[in-house]
């Protein structure tokens, strides 16, 4: 079957845009392994002129203009989960002794505490917290060099970047593993295939609309899609759920979102699988909370601040089928939004309706202030 991935259209696969390098590890009493990021990870704003075939400067549409490309956080966020599992196939490996049983990624439970950066590599140190065989947990911390890439291209990272003094921890996660356990009862909602099926039968999921390069209502209206842009991965598309999400709460409104894969991935690698599936899952997330609040013609700020991704399934069942009709759905709710932050939450669901995982993510929603507003009340 042909790939919708070509070389010529900018959009990276899996094993590309994830790739890691090892690094020498650190003594730190319990040993640290390490690992560079080997790509430039995706940016939003740099793909709205690429998605919408304009030449507009994007600074227009921005309150403020940025020096600096931040990098989606998606990025970070997989690569830590990737991170892990190399380290724990590792570990895995010197246990020569232990029985070998099949694991996968069970949770990644992830902090953002700074922006990372495109035109750098992350680097990403893990180590051992709980060795438990049946629940192991490993903690990823993950930094930048203070400086800009070596490299001329600011992509393909070589390995003297590891070298460069590292800034602060932007990045931290929790990642735990199970092995494959048989299931004794198996408990779901009704599938979206089911519950939206009028909405998702009414086209053919390819005639959808892209998945917005940036999903703030007067950056569409202003920018329309007119290409997928260079979001790697995953093909995307955006239903459109206007209809439904009328005259309704924010808790009751739905997102529907369905991907596929670009390009094959190894199902002997549950683990890329679900690294994808949480990839995917944190675009544009906190974005649609702004539109659905009224802050799409008068966006301030989005910034996660933790993210968790639980996967409900053992990790076989994770694993995604290249090809044309193989769509996955991410149903998307919106459950709270005060104090400035809002919450998203998604449940990932294969083609045929299963239930796999789910991600649960907090971060920080504002328009733009008004004069005097921002001044506490006592």
């Given at each position: 079957?042909?790939?919708?991935?070509?070389e010529?259209?900018?959009?990276?696969?899996?094993?590309?845009?994830?790739?890691l390098?090892p690094?020498?590890?650190e003594?730190e009493?319990?040993?640290?392994?390490?690992?560079?990021s080997?790509?430039?990870?995706?940016?939003?704003?740099?793909?709205?002129?690429?998605?919408?075939?304009?030449?507009?400067?994007?600074d227009?549409?921005?309150?403020k203009?940025?020096?600096?490309?931040?990098?989606?956080g998606?990025?970070?966020y997989?690569?830590?989960?990737?991170?892990a599992s190399?380290?724990?196939?590792?570990?895995q490996?010197?246990?020569?002794d232990?029985?070998?049983?099949?694991?996968g990624i069970?949770?990644?439970?992830?902090?953002?505490?700074e922006?990372?950066?495109?035109?750098?590599?992350?680097?990403?140190?893990?180590?051992?917290?709980?060795?438990?065989?049946?629940?192991?947990?490993l903690?990823?911390?993950?930094?930048?060099p203070?400086?800009?890439?070596?490299?001329?291209?600011?992509?393909h990272?070589?390995?003297?970047?590891?070298d460069?003094?590292?800034?602060?921890?932007?990045?931290?996660?929790?990642?735990?593993?199970?092995?494959?356990?048989?299931?004794?009862?198996?408990?779901?909602?009704l599938?979206p295939?089911?519950?939206?099926?009028?909405?998702?039968?009414?086209?053919?999921?390819s005639e959808?609309?892209?998945?917005?390069?940036v999903?703030?209502?007067?950056?569409v209206?202003?920018?329309?899609?007119?290409?997928?842009?260079?979001?790697?991965?995953?093909?995307?598309?955006?239903?459109?759920?206007?209809?439904f999400?009328?005259?309704?709460?924010?808790h009751?409104?739905?997102?529907?979102?369905?991907?596929?894969?670009?390009?094959p991935?190894?199902?002997?690698?549950?683990?890329?699988?679900?690294?994808?599936?949480?990839?995917?899952?944190?675009r544009n997330?906190?974005?649609?909370?702004?539109?659905?609040?009224?802050?799409?013609?008068?966006?301030g700020?989005?910034?996660?601040?933790?993210?968790?991704?639980?996967v409900?399934v053992?990790p076989?069942?994770?694993v995604?089928?290249?090809g044309?009709?193989?769509?996955?759905?991410?149903?998307?709710?919106?459950?709270?939004?005060?104090?400035?932050?809002g919450?998203?939450?998604?449940?990932?669901?294969s083609?045929?309706g299963?239930?796999v995982a789910?991600?649960y993510?907090d971060?920080?929603?504002q328009?733009?202030?008004k004069?005097?507003?921002?001044?506490?009340?006592?």
């Amino acid at each position: 079957m042909k790939s919708s991935h070509t070389e010529a259209d900018g959009r990276l696969t899996f094993q590309e845009v994830m790739s890691l390098v090892p690094l020498h590890s650190e003594a730190e009493g319990e040993t640290t392994r390490r690992y560079m990021s080997q790509r430039r990870a995706w940016s939003p704003e740099s793909d709205i002129l690429v998605a919408s075939g304009k030449s507009v400067p994007v600074d227009q549409i921005y309150a403020k203009s940025r020096k600096m490309q931040v990098a989606y956080g998606g990025h970070v966020y997989s690569q830590a989960g990737l991170a892990a599992s190399k380290a724990f196939a590792e570990i895995q490996a010197s246990q020569k002794d232990a029985p070998q049983k099949k694991y996968g990624i069970h949770t990644i439970h992830g902090y953002f505490s700074e922006a990372g950066l495109v035109d750098k590599p992350f680097v990403y140190h893990v180590t051992t917290v709980a060795p438990n065989p049946g629940f192991h947990n490993l903690l990823v911390t993950v930094r930048q060099p203070v400086s800009p890439s070596t490299s001329e291209t600011g992509d393909h990272f070589p390995l003297e970047d590891a070298d460069l003094p590292l800034g602060p921890v932007c990045f931290n996660a929790l990642v735990s593993f199970r092995p494959t356990v048989p299931s004794q009862h198996v408990a779901q909602e009704l599938p979206p295939q089911e519950r939206f099926a009028k909405i998702l039968d009414s086209r053919s999921p390819s005639e959808w609309d892209h998945a917005p390069h940036v999903d703030i209502a007067k950056t569409v209206e202003a920018f329309p899609m007119q290409n997928p842009g260079t979001f790697p991965i995953v093909d995307m598309k955006k239903v459109d759920m206007s209809a439904f999400n009328e005259g309704k709460s924010l808790h009751e409104r739905r997102e529907l979102l369905l991907y596929r894969l670009l390009a094959p991935l190894p199902a002997g690698d549950p683990n890329a699988h679900i690294c994808t599936h949480a990839y995917e899952a944190d675009r544009n997330g906190l974005l649609m909370i702004g539109n659905h609040v009224g802050f799409g013609h008068d966006f301030g700020r989005a910034a996660s601040l933790s993210y968790s991704f639980v996967v409900h399934v053992n990790p076989e069942d994770a694993v995604m089928t290249h090809g044309e009709d193989e769509w996955w759905i991410q149903e998307a709710c919106f459950p709270r939004v005060e104090a400035g932050r809002g919450i998203i939450m998604s449940k990932l669901w294969s083609p045929k309706g299963v239930h796999v995982a789910t991600e649960y993510q907090d971060g920080i929603i504002q328009r733009q202030w008004k004069p005097g507003e921002r001044k506490s009340k006592l």
